[in-house]
């Protein structure tokens, strides 16, 4: 399925996936002895080590009708070498305590090859290379939205608060997900079919539960049209009634003390608006508290203050698709995103963090100048710079490493010529030092819409890249290799034919 018209414009929303992750060790064997005897072959050569090289791990390197994004299921709660999820983007992801990866949902294939809003879950085993079909439908069902063009599967709610083998959330992509202490999983919103099988933004708050399989329905509304009212309650006090509006591409992250985090997204409500709130969930009372930001009114203007200063009154502008990362101190940092405003596609490439302790945003990095236009400033690969940052885009993936910088891949957005206005799809991988405050460019093109090289599956290159993507889907695992997997973007097919829906999953190793 290639781009096309109203389609590829809706691919643009985001989702921004944040993820603790535990995993795969690799281990190399070394050869002992002091030479290679007399009559006797050499050594083989080591493996290659795949240091700052990334692999093609599993999935299509092109969607064609012999090699393609379809899914195949297998037998559900069955690991199986042949299962694979569909093509799909703006999913959500997970790692549980044992190291696995989870994803869910997202805009894509069902077994049909059906284009759907998905509720399927699945689980990827990083030693076995093997996914399962866990929870959720394989088909898309006959709900239909013909706005977006979607079919999906309504949501089952059941009892708040009650789990329930038959409950689970409705199709839906563009949510915020987290894990928590205990390896749970949880969802909130997006863009999804509520319990009458009707599409549109959701507040629902969702938890999984890996050992006994079940979901709960935990908080907001479980009706499109119910999730269009927010309480926001008194800024600064948790209550039972507070409940943030329905939106889709917001962002979020997960405290030590296990509390989630909510920031943006964009919502419909007399009219589509982008929201700068900032809330809490506290697992622990099952009560939200509104932070920060403009409750109620969309299109906040951002108050940036003076770069790298806190203050109680900077506050980033409403956006959509956001990347998020939380460092060892619990600070909240979020990256560019989309604010709806100027002659483009509205696209940020700020870079602020947020104390939870003092209440206070301070803005880092990036311009606070008109959205529209912000290319990046990539200087040489491998060199960071002050002068160095990436461009404005949205629908990016991240991660943390544990040295505790700060990591950023694709996105659609700017490159560094500007070469299409509305923006273009990317591949560049960027990592920041907050030591230093400094941007670096490590890996891909400064230039966008680029195919991918995929090399030979399972074999690490120098010359391996995945093509330009965005809305993908992203975990870290205990070596502290990068994974990341789907999107829309570029195949290994010649950038003529238009970029696709991925099923496409890479690791890369940063050491």
């Excluded at 311009?367 to 002050?386: D, E, I, T």
Aim: aromatic share 14%; charged share 10%.
């Amino acid at each position: 399925m290639r781009e096309g018209g109203y389609f590829e414009f809706f691919m643009k929303a985001s989702t921004i996936q944040v993820t603790i992750a535990l995993g795969v060790v690799l281990s190399l064997s070394g050869c002992g002895g002091g030479g290679t005897p007399a009559g006797s072959s050499p050594p083989p050569p080591p493996p290659p080590s795949g240091a700052h090289e990334w692999t093609w791990i599993s999935g299509a390197d092109a969607d064609l009708p012999t090699d393609n994004s379809d899914p195949v299921y297998g037998v559900q709660d069955v690991a199986s070498p042949t299962n694979v999820p569909g093509g799909r983007n703006s999913a959500m992801s997970w790692t549980d305590a044992s190291g696995n990866f989870w994803l869910f949902g997202g805009f894509g294939l069902d077994a049909n090859a059906t284009f759907s809003a998905l509720n399927d879950l699945w689980e990827f085993s990083p030693s076995s290379s093997e996914w399962t079909w866990v929870s959720g439908s394989s088909t898309a069902g006959t709900n239909y939205n013909a706005q977006y063009t979607v079919y999906g599967q309504q949501g089952v709610y059941g009892v708040l608060g009650a789990p329930s083998a038959s409950n689970v959330p409705g199709g839906r992509a563009n949510a915020v997900s987290w894990v928590d202490a205990g390896g749970n999983l949880w969802l909130f919103g997006g863009l999804a079919f509520d319990s009458a099988g009707t599409f549109g933004y959701m507040n629902d708050l969702w938890k999984f539960d890996p050992g006994s399989k079940q979901w709960t329905w935990v908080s907001g509304s479980n009706t499109v049209q119910g999730a269009q009212t927010a309480v926001f309650g008194t800024q600064g006090v948790a209550a039972p009634s507070n409940v943030p509006l329905g939106v889709t591409g917001a962002t979020g992250w997960i405290d030590k003390a296990g509390n989630l985090w909510l920031f943006g997204g964009v919502a419909y409500v007399q009219g589509y608006g982008w929201y700068n709130n900032l809330w809490e969930f506290a697992p622990s009372t099952g009560q939200w508290k509104w932070v920060s930001g403009g409750g109620s009114n969309p299109n906040q203007p951002g108050n940036y203050g003076t770069i790298g200063v806190p203050s109680a009154s900077n506050v980033p502008d409403g956006r959509e698709g956001t990347v998020s990362w939380i460092d060892s101190r619990g600070f909240l940092w979020l990256f560019g995103g989309n604010d709806g405003k100027g002659s483009g596609p509205g696209d940020l490439n700020d870079l602020w963090n947020f104390n939870p302790t003092s209440g206070e945003w301070t803005w880092i990095s990036g311009s606070n100048g008109p959205a529209a236009g912000l290319p990046g400033q990539y200087g040489m690969k491998a060199v960071a710079s002050s002068s160095n940052v990436p461009g404005g885009r949205m629908s990016a993936a991240s991660w943390i490493d544990s040295s505790g910088k700060l990591w950023l891949f694709g996105g659609y957005g700017y490159d560094s010529t500007l070469s299409s206005a509305g923006g273009v799809t990317l591949n560049d991988l960027w990592e920041f030092d907050p030591s230093t405050n400094e941007w670096m460019w490590i890996n891909g093109s400064n230039i966008g819409n680029q195919p991918g090289t995929y090399g030979t599956k399972g074999t690490p290159a120098p010359g391996s890249v995945p093509g330009g993507r965005y809305n993908s889907s992203s975990w870290m695992d205990s070596s502290g290799n990068f994974w990341i997997f789907a999107g829309w973007g570029y195949d290994n097919i010649p950038v003529q034919a238009g970029s696709t829906i991925l099923n496409d999953l890479w690791r890369y190793d940063p050491r």
